[in-house]
């Protein structure tokens, strides 16, 4: 289980334009369980997986992960056992290495480098056949430079990536939101495989309403840091977008805009 627990973080401290955006902040996430998280911009979403991962720091509070606090634990630490997909397709993977190589780089995470060749050649045929499910024709171009692949095929790959070591939480930040319609389809498809089959605790950021509703098992919509909406089971069945559509309007009203 992962436990946020009275969180506070502020930003630029210090100066006139301090703000503070989680105030006794709390959120839990059941092991093994596919939690969207919707909002407007600004709402904390982003930074609340920037805190989950370690590239932002709580300003007091605890964050506990299978019963283990990890508030104080390093980003690059975290890693071993966070998975995180980033919007940017550009990110997530080397794009001066190939698709081989940057399969071996995760592959040997966490191990001691020798003087041994980075590239397995008996783990070749898995890198293959792990691409192949992507159904993208990756598996013909192992050898082609990361950086010459399209934003949906690198998308792919660092979904593949993450996946490949035993990680514990996958963390998806928009990761469909710079691909186009059919692109993002094939991702979405390709990530809730990946989540059943290794039965993954996800957290996913988006801003597409469908998805949010059409996968995983939770839905938590955040509006200035805190939580205006959290339904799972029937409950999240239940709803449609025009439902989400009514509470952002809520909000935008009470708010003034």
Sequence with gaps: MLELQNIRKDFNIGTVDRVTLFDSFSFQVETGSFV???????????????????????????????????????????????????????????????????????DNKGKRFGLTPAVNRQRVQYYKDLVKQCGMGLENRMNVKVGALSGGQRQALALVIAGMTDIKLLILDEHTAALDPKTSENIMILTDRLVREKKITTLMVTHNLRYALEYGDRIVMMHEGKTVLDKSGDDKKALDIEDLLKVFNKISIECGN
């Design 36 to 106: 969207s998280v919707i909002g407007s911009n600004g709402s904390g979403k982003t930074t609340l997986l920037n805190l989950v991962c370690g590239s932002v720091t709580a300003d007091s509070g605890s964050i506990v992960f299978d019963g283990k606090n990890i508030t104080n634990m390093p980003e690059y630490k975290r890693a071993s056992f966070i998975g995180r997909v980033y919007q940017n397709p550009q990110m997530g993977t080397c794009p001066e290495l190939t698709i081989i190589e940057n399969m071996a780089l995760a």
